[in-house]
């Protein structure tokens, strides 16, 4: 069965664009455990490639593992873990840099523009696609779901892949990346052009997975339409409408020009969307709130996942070392 890995980096708040993206298809793969094998982690240490505060990256991986729970991530179905409780990410990480090139480094896109907005640049900022081509690589990934901004992260890893095969022997599973349609059509409420982000610079716009409700109704109430009053599905020239419209058919399963027919006003759609946005986010809240209370817990979950992905991640690193011509340990 083809097996999927979907990472999440403890940086900003998860919002409603991660749930329906990411999240919601991690719990709907569980249900279909002959078909998918899922792979869920906390990516806690690319959150270090930037400027940050330590207590806040701990305070936020156990928030991030907490809300995948709450989520409906299933430790007993699926393999669930934190990237830094398995020092076979790094390790392998190592190895991956001896078959990789300093260019192919430096032309990512994502290193050009973090790298063009700081006066001091980590070398971690670099190299730290090669260490998500070790996630990836290190599990025999098949697919993972990204967005087109982390595109390139995944090319670049199935050329590693493809280079390290034919250099030393076959070793690892090249992966290939699938976009989640929905991720990509979650926008910010306050700026539709611009996609829904964990590390927004103004708060309005987004839905945050933990919002109270009347938060969360808040903000769709307030979400930018436009002045001509007509509801209908024209991402072109009706963003904002639009948003509203793929939003509320995310959270309802129905089609966006369909549910566009249904309203004859801005206000009446946005009241649908706030009680679907409602339904969906409050229940996860709630659970969440409740698993808050046991961080222990929470902890002991993810010790267990730590130590079932050592077990396959300490057989791919040996097998990448004898492969590259390490002696035994």
Same mark, same amino acid.
Do not use: W
């Given at each position: 069965m083809p097996r999927r890995l979907t990472g999440f980096t403890p940086s900003g708040d998860l919002h409603l664009g991660n749930h329906l993206g990411a999240i919601a298809?991690?719990?709907?793969?569980?249900?279909? =455990?002959? !078909?998918?094998?899922?792979? #869920?982690?906390?990516?806690?240490?690319?959150?270090?490639?930037?400027?940050?505060? *330590?207590? $806040?990256?701990?305070?936020?991986?156990?928030?991030?593992?907490?809300?995948?729970?709450?989520?409906?991530?299933?430790?007993?179905?699926?393999?669930?873990?934190?990237?830094?409780h398995v020092p076979e990410h790094t390790e392998l990480h190592y190895l991956l840099e001896c078959a990789t090139g300093y260019g192919e480094a430096q032309r990512m896109i994502?290193?050009?523009?973090?790298?063009?907005?700081?006066?001091?640049?980590?070398?971690?900022l670099l190299t730290y696609p090669i260490l998500m081509a070790a996630d990836i690589l290190l599990y025999d990934t098949d697919e993972v779901p990204v967005g087109e901004d982390q595109s390139q992260h995944?090319?670049?890893?199935?050329?590693?892949?493809?280079?390290?095969?034919?250099?030393?022997?076959? =070793?690892? !599973?090249?992966?290939?990346? #699938?976009?989640?349609?929905?991720?990509?059509?979650?926008?910010?409420?306050?700026? *539709?052009? $611009?996609?829904?982000?964990?590390?927004?610079?103004?708060a309005a716009g987004t839905l945050r997975l933990?919002?109270?409700?009347?938060?969360?109704?808040?903000?769709?109430?307030?979400?930018?339409?436009?002045?001509?009053?007509?509801?209908a599905h024209d991402p072109d020239r009706k963003p904002g409408v639009s948003n509203l419209l793929d939003i509320l058919a995310a959270c309802t399963g129905d089609e966006p020009r369909r549910l566009a027919g249904r309203f004859d006003r801005y206000g009446e759609l946005k009241e649908a969307v706030a009680d679907a946005?409602?339904?969906?986010?409050?229940?996860?809240?709630?659970?969440?709130?409740?698993?808050?209370?046991?961080?222990?817990h929470v902890r002991k979950v993810l010790r267990a996942g730590a130590e079932r992905a050592r077990e396959?991640?300490?057989?791919?690193?040996?097998?990448?070392?004898?492969?590259?011509?390490?002696?035994?340990?």
């Amino acid at each position: 069965m083809p097996r999927r890995l979907t990472g999440f980096t403890p940086s900003g708040d998860l919002h409603l664009g991660n749930h329906l993206g990411a999240i919601a298809p991690i719990v709907a793969g569980q249900a279909t =455990t002959d !078909t998918t094998d899922t792979v #869920v982690f906390i990516s806690d240490l690319h959150a270090l490639t930037l400027e940050h505060d *330590p207590a $806040d990256v701990r305070r936020r991986t156990l928030e991030f593992a907490t809300v995948l729970l709450a989520a409906g991530a299933d430790p007993g179905t699926c393999l669930f873990l934190v990237q830094s409780h398995v020092p076979e990410h790094t390790e392998l990480h190592y190895l991956l840099e001896c078959a990789t090139g300093y260019g192919e480094a430096q032309r990512m896109i994502q290193f050009k523009e973090k790298a063009g907005r700081q006066s001091q640049v980590r070398m971690s900022l670099l190299t730290y696609p090669i260490l998500m081509a070790a996630d990836i690589l290190l599990y025999d990934t098949d697919e993972v779901p990204v967005g087109e901004d982390q595109s390139q992260h995944v090319e670049l890893a199935r050329g590693i892949a493809q280079r390290f095969n034919t250099r030393y022997g076959p =070793t690892f !599973t090249v992966p290939r990346a #699938v976009n989640p349609p929905v991720a990509a059509r979650i926008m910010d409420l306050t700026s *539709p052009g $611009d996609k829904m982000s964990k590390s927004a610079p103004s708060a309005a716009g987004t839905l945050r997975l933990l919002d109270e409700p009347d938060v969360l109704r808040r903000k769709v109430m307030r979400a930018v339409t436009d002045t001509d009053g007509v509801v209908a599905h024209d991402p072109d020239r009706k963003p904002g409408v639009s948003n509203l419209l793929d939003i509320l058919a995310a959270c309802t399963g129905d089609e966006p020009r369909r549910l566009a027919g249904r309203f004859d006003r801005y206000g009446e759609l946005k009241e649908a969307v706030a009680d679907a946005v409602v339904a969906t986010l409050t229940p996860v809240r709630e659970r969440y709130l409740r698993l808050a209370q046991d961080p222990a817990h929470v902890r002991k979950v993810l010790r267990a996942g730590a130590e079932r992905a050592r077990e396959s991640a300490g057989v791919k690193v040996r097998q990448a070392k004898a492969a590259i011509g390490l002696l035994p340990g």
